[in-house]
């Protein structure tokens, strides 16, 4: 029987890497298809929605920080940088651009209108590169424990 030195760190890795699928992927889009939505109130939605996951994510971020931390691995090596690289994401995600998707967001809510922008490009690319390498990061947790 192997056991698991981090399961935590596994555990959060994923979970993470789960809300991001469910809710940036999948949520983010489909909400639009039901019947009776519209851009105002999809777009109401979404705010709520995102920041709620940019909570979850931060609840994340710190469980596997501590995680690290308690488990007095070598806190800077090059396999956890597949950690960190998500963690600058999520810093410039909380930090600019939600707030800047936010503010679009109540603009058109608002009935102003809005200018073209490319925002959601860089929100959705961020999160494929923060997905990329929270399932490289947690791969690497399975091989440690090996």
Not at 61 to 77: A, W
Request: aromatic share 16%; proline share 3%; hydrophobic share 55%.
């Amino acid at each position: 029987m192997t056991t698991v030195r981090q399961p935590s760190i596994i555990v959060a890795t994923f979970l993470w890497v789960g809300f991001i699928c469910a809710i940036s992927f999948m949520e983010a889009w489909l909400k639009f298809q039901a019947p009776g939505i519209t851009l105002s109130l999809g777009l109401g939605i979404g705010r709520l929605v995102f920041d709620t996951l940019n909570k979850v994510e931060w609840i994340f971020t710190l469980s596997i920080f501590l995680s690290i931390l308690i488990s007095k691995d070598q806190f800077f090596s090059v396999k956890k940088l597949f950690y960190y690289l998500p963690v600058i994401i999520l810093i410039i995600q909380t930090t600019w651009l939600l707030p800047a998707l936010d503010y679009r967001a109540e603009m058109h809510i608002q009935g102003i209108e809005v200018p073209q922008s490319n925002l959601h490009f860089y929100y959705v690319g961020l999160e494929a590169l923060k997905v990329i390498s929270l399932t490289i990061f947690g791969i690497n947790q399975f091989k440690i424990n090996k």
